[in-house]
């Protein structure tokens, strides 16, 4: 059975992640914003960079193992990036409670029992896919169905490997620190 009362550490850690997570998305703004020229050859592969603004959704359900990490760590980021002033305003909040719900509904089908790599992939690529079914109508309506279709693709990849692959190798370093050791990732991941 897994334990599902959140405990004060883990309110502590998942909001501390996701503050954390919330500066970066607002600095990963600018990073967005200023790569635009280097993919001028095929501007959808810009999408390539997309998982880093899914981290947090993937990175706390990996450490708190809890019902709800995913979309709350995603959310609060979303708001923190938000109130600093994302380019994309309140659209943010909306963007970030679809992506953590979409990382959220995979660990929720393993019943919150299973935090294998191959999880955290489907996690981060359920996030991608969850930004590309909100970022399509609001920001590429115009856009042909097979452009979207590109778009989706290199979104997906990059979750999977910036928000799946990324935030294993995050919980992994941040085990080996001793950080995790009142968590139950760092315990298991210590044994490994």
């Known amino acids: 059975m897994v334990e599902q009362r959140w405990r004060t550490v883990d309110i502590v850690v998942a909001a501390t992640i996701a503050v954390a997570f919330g500066v970066v998305f607002f600095a990963w703004n600018s990073v967005w914003a200023g790569l635009k020229p280097a993919f001028v050859f095929m501007p959808p592969a810009r999408n390539l960079i997309y998982g880093m603004w899914l981290v947090p959704a993937v990175l706390g359900a990996l450490i708190v193992r809890k019902p709800g990490a995913a979309l709350f760590t995603e959310l609060v980021a979303a708001i923190v990036a938000s109130l600093l ?3 994309w305003g309140l659209d943010t909040i909306l963007s970030g409670f679809v992506q953590g719900a979409a990382a959220e509904l995979v660990f929720a089908l393993t019943l919150y029992r ?15 896919f969850g930004a590309w079914i909100h ?18 693709a290199f979104m997906l990849a990059s979750a999977a490997v910036i928000a799946g692959l990324g935030s294993q190798a995050l919980l992994t370093a941040l085990t080996r620190t001793g950080v995790l050791a009142s968590f139950a990732a760092g315990r298991t991941q210590q044994r490994i």
């Open 85 to 87: 002033g994302s380019q």
């Open 114 to 128: 299973t935090w294998t790599p191959v999880v955290a992939v489907a996690a981060g690529a359920a996030a991608g």
């Open 135 to 152: 970022d399509m109508p609001v920001y590429f309506a115009k856009v042909a169905l097979g452009d979207q279709l590109v778009i989706g």
